[in-house]
């Protein structure tokens, strides 16, 4: 047995380098946020566009986000909302009818968001459309959306992210970590791949895509759970980038309990790996044959659950090194505890630190969100076991989150 030891310090380290070495890669493009993203300047509305709401049970949210496309710094006639029911035991189509929205009824059986958005193209592409842009029901947009989106796709655009904002950062602490989640996504995943000049990342709302590209791709044909994800690889492995649009700005309804934060995150770690099993074989293959930044980047994004789980992993091997070192029995637990416990304590700190810089840098500091900066660090820590089980079983069918906030975005100091 008195290997055990010197082969726990050994895995221990292993997965240390390993881990890293993927955490150095994202310290350096998150830092390339510090360059500003690029200004697309101002265009004449020229852009004619398709606006997807897939909509499941939203009767209650589905109003304010209409009214706030109806009300677009942008022609009335060079853009129809189409909500999309499906699988609804509500009355979101009249809902949707009344406020103003075109309706399509999905007619066939879905697991996914993704299915309903093939559908919904795959009926509407004849409309000669020029881009689509996608929304959740439970969003609310920001006037000059549409016009922003206009002036990135006449400079070349074929792909496009916004600015993810929250809707309901002081509901609950739950809602303040995933308001926090999303400005750290927009600021140093977006901003900086941006920056470092790759592609940024299609979020699963408030992202446009054009007719063009959707021709290149052979239509709309994700599968998996994680529609956007996919998208993303699609557009990469096509030789294109997702651009970063800031100023088109979305609100976003956040889960206000851990339950729905559970479902949520579980969707996208079972997304992920979903993804990642189908498209990193190709991504691998094609940066062999012409080696390129931007597919070993969207590589380092795919790996994310593996990095979560060696995390979990390492977590565990270091309190289990440092309880072997121990004389006793009560030696052994006390040191693997001191261990976790110092592991834990500088995941804290660091989460921490590293959500007070984005609410800093985003302008974001309100009292209102102490309980989300206190839980931030829990609110990622939890995201291991969920990988974890993810791993052991992924989530195939989309999960109902009911949403019931109609509000407009509560903004920082009011």
């Known amino acids: 047995m008195d290997w055990l030891f010197p082969a726990a310090l050994a895995l221990t380290g292993t997965m240390g380098v390993l881990m890293s070495l993927w955490g150095l890669w994202y310290l350096v493009s998150g830092l390339a946020c510090v360059r500003r993203p690029m200004d697309y300047g101002f265009h004449p509305a020229r852009t004619k566009f398709a606006v997807l709401i897939a909509a499941r049970n939203e009767e209650l949210v589905v109003g304010p986000l209409i009214n706030s496309l109806l009300m677009q710094d942008y022609p009335a006639e060079l853009y129809d909302i189409w909500v999309i029911p499906n699988n609804c035991t509500d009355n979101t189509a009249l809902a949707a ?9 999905c007619t066939v059986p879905v697991k996914s968001k993704g299915e309903v ?8 592409r004849g409309r000669r459309y020029d881009a689509w842009l996608v929304f959740d029901a439970d969003n609310v947009v920001d006037s000059r959306f549409l016009a922003e989106m206009n002036n990135a796709r006449l400079a070349g655009v074929l792909a496009a992210q916004g600015y993810r904002d929250s809707k309901n950062p002081y509901d609950t602490a739950v809602s303040g970590c ?13 901003g900086g791949k941006t920056g470092l000049g790759v592609s940024a990342m299609i979020g699963g709302t408030g992202f446009m895509v054009t007719q063009k590209l959707l021709d290149r791709l ?5 599968e998996t759970i994680s529609e956007d994800l996919e998208l993303t690889a699609q ?14 700005i979305t609100y976003d309804e956040q889960p206000l309990t851990w339950e729905q934060s559970f479902t949520q995150r579980r969707r996208w770690s079972s997304g992920t790996l979903q993804v990642a099993q189908r498209y990193l074989s190709e991504l691998g293959e094609q940066q062999t044959r012409k080696p390129r930044l931007a597919l070993f980047d969207f590589e380092a994004t795919l790996l994310l659950p593996a990095y979560q789980l060696s995390a979990l992993a390492g977590l565990v091997c270091t309190a289990l090194a440092a309880s072997l070192g121990g004389r006793s ?21 660091t989460a921490t630190a590293a959500a007070g ?15 989300g900066l206190c839980a931030y660090w829990l609110f990622l820590l939890t995201w291991l076991p969920i990988t974890a089980v993810s791993f052991w079983k992924k989530t195939t069918v989309w999960e109902e989150i009911r949403h019931t906030r109609t509000m407009a975005p509560q903004l920082p100091g009011r």
């Open 97 to 105: 009818r009344n406020c103003g929205a075109k309706v399509l009824e």
């Open 117 to 124: 958005l093939r559908f919904a193209y795959n009926r509407l």
């Open 178 to 190: 995933s308001s926090i989640y999303y400005w750290m996504m927009d600021r140093f995943h977006n």
């Open 218 to 222: 052979g239509g709309w044909r994700t």
């Open 235 to 248: 557009t990469v492995l096509a030789g294109e980038k997702v651009a970063y649009v800031p100023k088109a």
């Open 329 to 349: 029995l009560l030696q052994a637990l006390a040191l693997g505890l001191t261990a976790a416990c110092g592991n834990l304590a500088w995941a804290a700190l």
């Open 357 to 371: 810089v984005v609410l800093t840098l985003e302008h974001k500091w309100d009292r209102r969100l102490w309980k």
